[in-house]
């Protein structure tokens, strides 16, 4: 048996006295795409953080393809194949698109801290630049700087810089946030064709996109999982309609 | 050729664009430094030029920091200086003839600069660069006033009060220039110069060049595209240091002295100075700095004592109404006459001038007489044949009427511009 991409083993997290994930305990198989829901404070944002190296866990493990990464660098991290986004567009805002997306592919390619050749001296770092330009629909936008975009086109590099490394698993924290209908669309789209093949992990609050993405559901109710399941099972859930959907209306299987 | 790599090109800036922003200027920029000696300039205008050419390369080493990579020091002339107190041994080593030193020439000791400086700067910084913003500047505040208090300690490394002095006219000749006369000095200043600048901008393009930019902007998300931000700004630190070592290098063969105050808060916040009023976004903007303060320096001191006041004066309007810099001032006309509105534009410019015009007669008129004043002699400030007492009423309104003219006309100015719709 291969170990899963992501393993998340008695997980807890404490801010003072405030236990802001409690015993969390999850395995996320490779090439699974698996969404986290939530109410606003249930820890979603701190688990990410938790799984991406920002905070050291109070206890408990985070494993990646089964090594341990619980108290490793981001950095450090990220070599290994794992990739996130944030909430808030986190993009390098001076930089023109292709910069940021150059960026965001140096690593990958071998750059490392280079100083002594020209960033465009690598046929294959320009080359997996417009490739994943092109991927994300930002060719004719490379030359702008990040700061102009139109909001859902920084989503979308914010997605770009995210995927332009290569990672095999891959954490979008609300990527759709705070976008139009038909700009949600693309953006799922978007996200369905970066992670062919890759492990996904998503924090969504719109059900719309969570439902149609997901192969597995986790639900998280202050720090804790209370359900974590196939899409078709925990509409059923009622411990998930009690806690968390409320009266909110799911959408209909329209299947 | 691919796909790929055509439709690549296509977004990447043109063959045109590219000389036009990067080959041209330095093109410019060379054909000035060689074509200046035709001008057969006096021996004042050498020894200004190479303290100027010394000026432009630290102001661009300390930009690599400040502009481009985001960390506030205030003690950057402790890398300066220590690569010039190495070049000052090396030139008394040369002197002595020992070893290889015997057969190194003077010429290239701003290559023992660049060496000492940048080691200087991995020890220093391996542990100042930790951390950024406020923490950082601390730090670099607090080692500079650690390695000033250290040189007047280390007698044999530093000289005391008295400082190092060397000769550079000594070991072998390179380029046929004895290192004497300052028309040889020039060209040992046109070489380091034109050499460092070029390698300054050519890091800008380099991979940690950007990721140095990228760290500056955003530490965070370099953190997630699998780079160390700790490390880029130790990189980026030892190699400013580095090249602030190397214009030690050269103030050490123009000068053939250093003292403990090269090591200073007095350069460091200088350097400062020069890097911001220039403009810290550019990299053109300390080369201007440079050129402007280090003019101003020498040539202001002639007409007036109250020169550093009007430094200080200069800095603060500078950092309050044009955090670009004059760098930002030029290509914000440049780009104001291009526009669409250049008419309007021009006029408010226009307007502003003569407020900004009107407010340095009144500013200088009362920093002249409250000088002259202070100073008891009694003197009375007497520019074109006028004649301004501290006591007359003529010169309080010759100070108080520009001085609210010229304010009521900037008002104006900027008002206008908010009026206008976004």
């Known amino acids: 048996m291969t170990a899963p991409a992501l393993s998340l083993k008695n997980l807890c997290k404490s801010f003072g006295p405030a236990k802001i994930i409690n015993d969390v305990t999850l395995d996320i198989a490779k090439g699974e795409r698996h969404a986290i829901i939530g109410p606003n404070g249930a820890g979603k944002s701190t688990l990410f953080n938790l799984i991406s190296g920002l905070y050291t866990p109070t206890s408990g493990t985070v494993s990646l393809n089964g090594t341990l990464i619980s108290g490793v660098a981001p950095f450090e991290i990220n070599r290994m194949g794992l990739s996130r986004s944030f909430q808030v567009s986190n993009i390098f805002a001076n930089m023109t698109v292709r910069e940021n997306v150059r960026c965001g592919v140096l690593h990958s390619l071998g750059q490392g801290y280079a100083f002594w050749k020209s960033v465009t001296s690598s046929k294959e770092v320009q080359e997996k630049t417009y490739e994943v330009l092109e991927h994300c629909s930002l060719v004719d936008k490379a030359n702008t700087p990040a700061a102009l975009l139109p909001y859902a086109d920084q989503r979308a590099l914010e997605i770009a810089i995210t995927i332009a490394g290569g990672a095999n698993v891959i954490l979008l924290d609300e990527p759709t946030a705070g976008m139009s209908h038909s700009e949600t669309d693309r953006a799922v789209e978007l996200i369905r064709k970066s992670t062919e093949g890759k492990t996904l992990v998503i924090v969504e609050h719109d059900m719309g996109v969570i439902f149609d993405l997901a192969d597995r559901i986790s639900v998280l109710v202050y720090g804790e999982i209370i359900a974590s399941a196939p899409p078709s099972e925990i509409r059923g859930d009622p411990k998930v309609r009690e806690a968390y959907l409320g009266d909110e209306a799911l959408p209909e299987e329209t299947v | ?422």
């Open chain 2, 1 to 422: 050729m691919s796909d790929t790599t055509q439709s690549y090109q296509n977004i990447a800036p043109s063959g045109a664009a590219k000389f036009r922003q990067r080959i041209l200027p330095f093109a410019v920029f060379i054909a000035i430094i060689l074509l200046i000696p035709l001008t057969d300039p006096s021996r004042t205008m050498y020894a200004l030029m190479h303290q100027m050419a010394i000026y432009i390369v630290f102001a661009v080493a300390y930009n690599m920091l400040l502009g481009k990579g985001g960390m506030l020091s205030f003690g950057h002339a402790v890398y300066f200086g220590l690569g010039g107190y190495l070049c000052m041994h090396a030139m008394n080593w040369i002197a002595d003839g020992t070893g290889i030193w015997g057969s190194f020439p003077t010429f290239f000791l701003p290559i023992i600069g660049f060496v000492g400086g940048g080691l200087a700067a991995i020890v220093i910084g391996s542990f100042s660069t930790k951390r950024s913003g406020t923490t950082f500047a601390m730090i670099s505040l607090g080692v500079a006033e650690l390695i000033f208090a250290g040189a007047f300690m280390f007698d044999s490394l530093f000289g005391g009060e008295q400082g190092i002095n060397g000769d550079r006219m000594n070991g072998p000749e390179v380029f046929g220039l004895s290192m004497g006369p300052q028309s040889d000095i020039y060209w040992f200043m046109a070489f380091w110069t034109i050499l460092a600048v070029i390698a300054m901008y050519a890091f800008t393009r380099t991979p940690l060049g950007r990721l140095s930019e990228a760290t500056r902007d955003n530490p965070q998300r370099v953190e997630f595209i699998g780079y160390n931000p700790q490390r880029v700004r130790w990189l980026v630190f030892s190699l400013s240091g580095a090249f602030a070592g190397l214009a030690g290098g050269m103030s050490a063969v123009n000068y053939e002295i250093f003292t403990p105050e090269a090591l200073s808060l007095i350069p460091s916040g200088f350097v400062l100075i020069m890097a911001y009023v220039g403009g810290i976004t550019y990299f053109v903007g300390p080369i201007m700095g440079a050129i402007l303060l280090t003019y101003m320096s020498s040539m202001m001191s002639d007409f007036t004592e109250a020169w550093l006041l009007y430094l200080g004066l200069m800095f603060v309007l500078i950092v309050m109404y044009a955090p670009r810099g004059i760098a930002g001032i030029i290509f914000g006309i440049w780009d104001g006459i291009r526009g669409p509105n250049a008419g309007e534009m021009m006029r408010k410019w226009a307007v502003q001038l003569a407020g900004g015009l009107l407010m340095l007669i009144g500013l200088i008129v009362l920093v002249e007489v409250a000088v002259r004043w202070s100073n008891g002699w009694g003197e009375a400030f007497e520019p074109f044949g006028l004649h301004f007492t501290h006591g007359s009423i003529v010169t309080w309104i010759v100070i108080i009427v520009p001085l609210v003219a010229g304010g009521y006309l900037l008002r104006l100015a900027g008002r206008e511009k908010e009026e206008m719709p976004a």
